[in-house]
């Protein structure tokens, strides 16, 4: 097993083991695929600091899953915040590929001098849960019915790790 940064020949499965999700579970809430497109920008040659995509490969060259980082809210006060998310897929679960993509993510993350990583999980959602906890996230709240998947209404919780202690310099 190999963790390594995407490559845009990477973009098909990253996008295939979304799809998944996003057709069959709660864990993603898109109704429809946004293609591989969507990841684009993170193998570019100049991505945004703080925004990774890396992948899980397989000793069969197959990607197995993803981790990504993302931009919290485009506003100034949220620079040194990121989302992050992981996904693998149903090959690759509960095989510690999840924990190994976090680790690999949040140190990148660390090198780039982000402070908070927020994760967000539909609920329910124990094997995410457990991840989050093992990885040093904190809950940090539940927000009621703000999705609307599968003709119902989806919770989502906030988690939240702190990375950094110091606030940059101005």
């Given amino acids: 097993m190999e963790i390594r940064a995407a490559?845009?020949?990477?973009l098909v499965e990253v996008s295939a083991i979304y799809d998944h999700h996003a057709r069959s579970s709660t864990?993603?809430?898109d109704d429809e695929s946004p293609g591989p497109e969507r990841w684009a920008a993170k193998v570019g040659d100049e991505p945004r600091r703080g925004?990774?995509?890396?992948?899980?490969?397989a000793e069969d060259g197959e990607v197995r899953g993803y981790?990504?980082?993302?931009?919290?809210?485009?506003?100034?006060a949220?620079?040194?915040t990121r989302e992050v998310a992981v996904y693998l897929g149903l090959d690759a679960q509960q095989q510690g590929f999840g924990?190994?993509?976090?680790d690999e993510l949040l140190g990148k993350l660390r090198e780039d001098g982000i402070h908070v990583a927020v994760a967000v999980i539909a609920l329910p959602n124990e094997a995410s849960e457990r991840l989050h906890r093992a990885c040093g996230f904190a809950e940090a709240g539940v927000?009621?019915?703000?999705?609307?998947?599968?003709a119902a209404w989806v919770?989502?919780?906030?988690?939240?790790l702190r990375l950094g202690e110091e606030a940059p310099a101005p």
Avoid at 99 to 102: D, P, V
Avoid at 143 to 150: C, D, H, N
Avoid at 155 to 160: G, K, Q, V
């Fill in 7 to 10: 490559t845009p020949d990477d």
């Fill in 27 to 29: 864990t993603a809430l």
């Fill in 51 to 57: 925004e990774h995509l890396l992948v899980v490969v």
């Fill in 67 to 76: 981790a990504e980082s993302s931009v919290y809210r485009d506003r100034s």
């Fill in 78 to 80: 949220y620079e040194q």
């Fill in 99 to 102: 924990r190994r993509l976090y």
């Fill in 143 to 150: 927000l009621r019915e703000v999705g609307w998947k599968f």
């Fill in 155 to 160: 919770d989502t919780a906030y988690w939240l």
